[in-house]
């Protein structure tokens, strides 16, 4: 389907090629089942995201239950319901990726786990399980699926390379790899089964960077599997293969993996290489690093039991709690890369902390009695302490109103947003453009019901870079890059967001009665917050925008006013101008 309102004068987006199938396809499937409650397609869409989120609660039980048994599942499930990884775009209204991710994502790790620890010939259906959950994930987050494949791969690799370094010094191997090396092969047919015949992917991202570390562990897995099977019938022979193995192999996995990020762009390199960020990645807050305090709203203090739970993956060589210990390191260096990425950590996080807790509780409790009690006692108010830490901001963000009806912070629910919108829809011309900084090209696009010049999806950073231009010209200046949108743009609106402050002022004592005085968001949340981010889009240096857009006389002046009678209540509105 081609929806013409997106990318003014390239006539649209193939909704097909663009979008990944899965949030979709699930948004029908919700609305087919609520319509039957009495639910119509947009209150069922509304409702998807909290419906999912509220899912992750019992497959995270049942992925804590894997790892480590129903204490550690429960505790899991408890903590799901509180932690802001999970609540931050999953409440009602979030119709997007990430809460459908998550619940998808955590049955496929529990799959996996399953299939690794099941001791009966069951094992394979959960292997099976395993490919198609991991698989979806796929069709439903385009950024978060590329983790999960390649870390799969990642944790294959180590373990093999573990009992490979094993077999080279001549020392007996800990465990069997079968079900290590199937559950693994099956998994990533799924995902490369999913990816081929996704139309935004495509055969083609099987061997780009997307997927280097996910391919180069599938041939290292085979080659490995062979050589650690033939180890026991020909153990003189197989020794000075692997250790020869080894070495061509770490060669050619760096040289794989390395030539796999040359075609790794845009927020994938800048997730993984923090310097390499374009301004456009840059530009938008979730992909800014993840300051402390973000990082307490989060994971609070729950850092002493993950790192017990590494210690014992190491000193067990259990295979579960080596993959949750992996996953979470792992996500947690993107987490601190992308503040976005909690989301990501959340899956291996929160499993980590019950299982770290409740494995500390129980060698407690099997020291002496007084001694055993005091310590889980200390333990529960650790505990207790981090969850209290995280209520707070997740309630705070439960109850959050969305961003059409809030649009900057702090989120006060406001008809303003939507009502520019509909005024934009019913007052120009079914035809009409409209220029605007990419922030708002959907909701003109989708609820203003307009063609729009750029967009969210920032697919054409040349156009977001001309408009960037546009609004850091000289006013008596620019015609130049008005000029050039003309040539092919011919934006007809222009539209320009920015928030402001109601503030009744009593002047009766002047003769003057009550007046409004508008005042400027503080923190700003408009078009002059991210005019910096325009200027470094547009192409202009640091030292220019400091230079030129932001000179020393230009200073900020705090007055101290004396009020004699209660503060006045704030009230917000947002000031757009439509220019023709």
Known sequence: MIFTHFWYPWGGINWTIILSPGVSWLGVLAYKVLSHLGFDLLQSVILLPAIANAAVVPAMFYLGYRLGGKYVGLLAALWSVFTTMFLQRGTAGWFAAEPIFQFIATLGIAFYIESLTRKDNYWILFAILSAIFNGITTWVWGGSYVFLWNFYGLFTIIILLYLLIRIARRQSLPFTIDKLVITYVLTDLGFSAFVAITPRYGFHTLISGMGG??????????????????????????????????????????????????????????????????????????????????????????????????????????????????????????????????????????????????????????????????????????????????????????????????????????????????????????????????????????????????????????????????????????????????????????????????????????????????????????????????????????????????????RLVHRQFTYHTPMPHFTRHTTLRFTT
């Open 213 to 554: 570390v996910a391919n180069a562990a599938l041939l290292f897995s085979i080659i490995a599997y062979a050589l650690i099977k033939l180890y026991p019938r020909y153990p003189r022979i197989m020794v000075p293969v692997v250790r020869y193995f080894l070495i061509a192999i770490v060669v050619l996995v760096a040289v794989v993996i390395g030539l796999s990020f040359t075609s790794v762009g845009g927020k994938f390199l800048g997730a993984l290489l923090p310097l390499a960020r374009s301004a456009i990645v840059q530009s938008v807050a979730e992909h800014s690093p993840s300051t402390l305090q973000q990082s307490m709203y989060n994971i609070s203090i729950t850092v002493p039991f993950v790192i017990y739970t590494i210690l014992l993956s190491v000193m067990s060589l259990s295979l579960p709690a080596i993959l949750i210990s992996l996953g979470s390191l792992a996500a947690a260096y993107f987490a601190s890369s992308e503040v976005w990425l909690f989301m990501l950590l959340g899956l291996f996080w929160v499993p980590a902390t019950a299982y770290g807790f409740v494995k500390l509780t129980e060698l407690a409790l099997n020291r002496r009695i007084l001694v055993g009690l005091s310590i889980a006692a200390l333990l529960g108010v650790v505990l207790a302490i981090a969850l209290v830490v995280n209520i707070q901001p997740a309630l705070s963000m439960s109850i959050m109103p969305q961003q059409i009806v809030s649009t900057v912070t702090p989120p006060i629910p406001t008809p303003d947003w939507l009502d520019a919108l509909q005024w934009l829809s019913y007052n120009t011309p079914p035809n009409a453009t409209v220029l605007s900084w990419w922030d708002y090209g959907y909701w003109i696009a989708v609820i203003g019901n307009r063609t729009s010049l750029a967009d969210n999806s920032t697919v054409n950073s040349t156009q977001i870079a001309l408009i960037g231009s546009f609004f850091m010209s000289n006013p008596y200046n620019y015609t130049g890059v008005l000029d050039k949108l003309n040539e092919l743009h011919d934006p007809q609106y222009i539209l320009i967001f920015e928030p402001y402050t109601v503030f009744p002022v009593n002047l009766t004592n002047y003769g003057l009665g009550s007046v409004c005085v508008l005042i400027p968001e503080y923190p700003a949340g408009g078009d002059f917050a991210k005019s910096y981010w325009m200027a470094r889009i547009a192409g202009y240096t640091n030292n220019y925008i400091l230079n030129t857009f932001i000179s020393p006389p230009a």
